[in-house]
């Protein structure tokens, strides 16, 4: 999705440029000298474009790179919603990325199975509220941002312990 | 419009295909120590073909459930009478039977049963009751378990609460991708299962309309959790609430006329009244804790909800009138979502003991805490609307299941599903008819 909208913007600046190109070539006719020039002129800022596009893309891609390296999963400790360390780094990867995009995101919050379904409800909720208020302090505006708690009805593991208890308590950006 | 159409086809097709799934099946684990001897004689059909239903049973069932009584077995009668003339009660006094159930059940008009019943107490040779049933030969079930309510209030003194039904949601797990929520209402026995609701999203929450003709419930079916009321006859359903963040928990006022719920629309969730003619909120508690798990107070002047304020989750009351709040619970660090019985003293909750999730009981008067359970991971207390028994969800395994517990301690029962996760189950009021 990421790299289409990239060589969806190459392209349409691509055909902005070709346009340009054929407009002035109209408007210049009984000056083909001027033409010509302005056509060079503006074949050379398409190339400059096409290369500070690709740099963008390529920095783009890295900053993709290391958010799939960080993946998309945020946890928790048991009836906590305080950002852990790993956590806090793995969210600076996507607000990187966010910065060089427009895109809007999904945070879903969730708890493991002990303790009430409700509360959990409750507490799913202020875990992504937490990721949430990170990402606006590091200035992600607050309308790109969607919250939605599945408290404890949505595991990634069903049996109970810690092993599985630690997998579910999480937030999962989408 | 047309989607709509969609939907409701697919869900008729879920109600075709799936209800044999979510069916629960009950197995007794613990009666009391001297439950009362009660034969319940295969009642004489009287109406041509077979019976459609076997009504001595499903009665027998229930008293069984109870487990305050132990049935004898069919194969243990020296006699099966159907009519006062034919009960000898050196017959009964033989097996050490203290009561026998007769009855005669019938068609008239192709679709009007008729069920006629007569109790005996052996020990004083006396018949102790007698009277009859009527209703659709559709709802057999439902007149057998009326029958099993006049005879267990004859003998215990407590109204039967057989003749309810039950709400709870169930899961099927998709390892290939989403997993499948139902909504099902089901007889009190887990019998005649309907699917309401399918979705591929959760589904939470159901609770009852105090005339038990409508219920409300959270669907996450818009990708976002929201309140929906439906009526039970028509099917017919009236989205609520579709605030930002918490929609949950929805609770009926004992009038009918409003309900409380959790939204955190405001920044983090409180309780607000919905009134359900003007759809017009007031909010009631206002605090950055937690606050949820509404519940009525049976005068409907107060409103019993979960709070984290003080630090740890515990039961606060709050007063209608006076807007005043108070604490209720003192004892353990985890008491959640309470549930009050009829007689507004019984109080059910989630309580946290060693580490383990029970349900416990607090007398509101004396504030003495029973711990009922002894499983872990117990949750979502719902009680019978005599007060007698507690439906919860608990888990066995890596399943959940549903599980019940009388309020002395003294019963207990199991109802996995033959299939799936069971949960949050929603015991009925008691039915008009």
């Known amino acids: 999705m990421k790299q289409l909208t990239v060589a969806g913007k190459v392209l349409t600046l691509l055909f902005a440029a070709v346009f340009l190109v054929a407009c002035s070539s109209k408007d210049t006719k009984d000056d083909s000298a001027a033409a010509d020039a302005a056509a060079a002129e503006a074949a050379a800022r398409s190339a400059a474009e096409r290369a500070a596009l690709e740099d963008a893309a390529m920095a783009e891609q890295r900053l993709q790179d290391a958010v799939a390296a960080v993946g998309n999963v945020f946890y928790f400790d048991y009836d906590s919603s305080t950002l852990k360390p790993q956590a806090q780094a793995a969210l600076d990867a996507h607000i990187e990325l966010l910065r060089t995009n427009d895109r809007s995101v999904r945070l879903e919050g969730h708890t493991d199975e002990r303790g009430t379904r409700e509360y959990n409800m409750a507490l799913g909720e202020r875990r992504a509220n937490t990721v949430r208020d990170y990402m606006v302090v590091n200035g992600i505006a607050s309308y790109r941002i969607e919250t939605v708690s599945y408290g404890e009805e949505q595991p990634i593991a069903y049996g109970s312990g810690e092993a599985n208890w630690s997998q579910n308590r999480r937030v999962e950006l989408k | ?433």
Request: hydrophobic share 40%; glycine share 8%.
């Open chain 2, 1 to 433: 419009m047309k989607h709509l159409t969609a939907v409701l086809v697919a869900t008729v097709v879920a109600l075709a295909t799936l209800s044999a799934r979510a069916e629960l099946v009950i197995e007794i684990t613990q009666g009391m120590d001297n439950p009362t001897a009660i034969a319940v004689v295969p009642f004489a059909w009287q109406g041509g073909g077979t019976a459609p239903e076997d009504v001595a049973q499903v009665i027998d069932n229930d008293l069984a459930r109870s487990g305050q009584f132990d049935p004898v077995g069919r194969g243990d009668m020296l006699a099966r009478p159907s009519t006062q003339q034919e009960v000898f009660y050196r017959d009964w006094r033989a097996i050490n039977t203290e009561y026998v159930l007769i009855g005669r059940a019938s068609v008239t008009g192709q679709v009007q049963m008729r069920i006629e019943y007569e109790l005996f107490d052996v020990n004083r040779q006396a018949r102790v009751l007698s009277g009859y049933e009527e209703g659709h030969v559709n709802e057999a079930r439902m007149l057998a378990h009326r029958v099993a309510d006049e005879v267990y209030e004859t003998l215990t003194g407590i109204p039967g609460a057989f003749a309810t039904r039950l709400l709870y949601v169930s899961v099927t797990r998709n390892p290939a991708g989403k997993d499948f929520y139902r909504l099902t209402l089901s007889d009190s026995d887990g019998a005649r299962p309907i699917v309401l609701l399918e979705s591929r999203e959760p589904i939470m929450a159901p609770s009852w309309s105090p005339d038990g003709k409508h219920i409300a419930y959270v669907s996450f079916e818009t990708s976002r959790p929201a309140i929906y009321r439906q009526e039970l006859a028509s099917g017919a359903r009236v989205q609520l609430t579709n605030f930002r963040g918490l929609n949950g928990a929805p609770a009926w006022s004992p009038d009918g006329n409003s309900m409380a719920m959790v939204l955190s629309k405001d920044g983090n969730p409180d309780i607000y009244l919905m009134d359900l003619r003007t759809r017009e909120l007031t909010q009631l508690t206002r605090h950055y804790a937690i606050d949820t798990e509404p519940t009525w107070m049976p005068d409907g002047r107060s409103i019993l909800f979960t709070s984290d304020r003080g630090g740890r989750p515990q039961i606060y009351r709050y007063d209608l009138r006076t807007g005043a709040t108070e604490r209720l619970t003192y004892e353990g660090s985890y008491n959640a979502r309470a549930r009050v019985a009829q007689d507004g003293r019984n109080l059910v909750m989630v309580h946290q003991a060693g580490g383990q999730f029970h349900i416990a009981l607090q007398d509101l008067v004396t504030n003495r805490l029973q711990i009922l359970t002894s499983t872990d991971l117990d949750e979502s207390p719902s009680i019978a609307p005599n007060g007698s028994m507690v439906l919860y969800g608990t888990k066995s395994g890596d399943r959940g299941i549903l599980a019940a517990v009388s309020v002395d301690g003294g019963v207990k029962f199991r109802l996995p599903a033959r299939e799936g996760d069971v949960r949050e189950p929603a015991w009925s009021p008691y039915m008009s008819r």
